[in-house]
Every structure is written in C-alpha cells, then in structure tokens.
C-alpha cells in the first residue's frame, strides 16, 4: 500500500505561482509512474503531468510552459510547480501513484487551488 498527502494548495490571483507537493509513504517502491490530476467543479478529472521512474515527464497541453512537474525520490515527494496562474487552473488537485499491477492505484486526498483575476 502506497499513502499519498498533498500539500501547497491555496488561493492566489491571476499570475501568481504555487508550488504543489505530494509525500509518499509505505511501499513506495512499488511506484512506477506518479501523476497529478486537478477537477474543476462540473467537469471531469483531467490530467496535468506526468513522471515516470526514469525520469520522463509528460505536461497535457493547458500547462505546458507554466506548470513543471518533480520528484525528489530521496524525499519521496512529487512537486508541482505551477506558474502564470489563470482562473481556469482552478481545481482540487490529486497526486496519483500507479504501481506494476493491477490495483496498484492510488490517490491522494485533494488540495484546493483557487486563482482569482
């Protein structure tokens, strides 16, 4: 079992910059690709990056070139730096974990990121 905790969400205008971290506890080694996701109210989870173990990260296209996606495996923490807020990156952002089996898929509790113009 994998727990996931996030942290660094808040309130923040237009332009503004908060920095997402997600710490992972437990079997930890069995992560082999850690994620963020985000819903807005009314819509439906979307992703928003992507790491893998090697290192290979993935940005969906809304936050490329704002938001970059870390991991410090010492820490066992995921980060989200997130740049050049606009509203509409208001959401609950979720850490994920995947592991190599099936089921090994975890999600952390959400943190609340709310940008105002």
């Known amino acids: 079992q994998v727990q996931l905790v996030e942290s660094g969400g808040g309130k923040v205008h237009s332009g503004g910059s908060l920095k997402l971290s997600c710490a992972a506890s437990?079997?930890?080694?069995?992560?082999?690709?850690m994620a963020w996701y985000r819903q807005a109210p009314g819509k439906q989870r979307e992703l928003v990056a992507s790491?893998?173990?090697?290192?290979?990260?993935y940005h969906a296209a809304p936050v490329k070139g704002r938001f970059s996606i870390s991991r410090d495996n010492a820490k066992s923490t995921l980060y989200l730096q997130m740049n050049n807020l606009v509203p509409e990156d208001t959401a609950v952002y979720y850490c994920?974990?995947?592991?190599?089996?099936?089921?090994?898929?975890?999600w952390g509790q959400g943190t609340q990121v709310t940008v105002s113009s």
């Open positions: 994920n974990a995947l592991g190599d089996y099936v089921g090994d898929d975890w």
């Open positions: 437990g079997t930890i080694s069995s992560i082999r690709m």
């Open positions: 790491i893998r173990t090697d290192g290979r990260s």
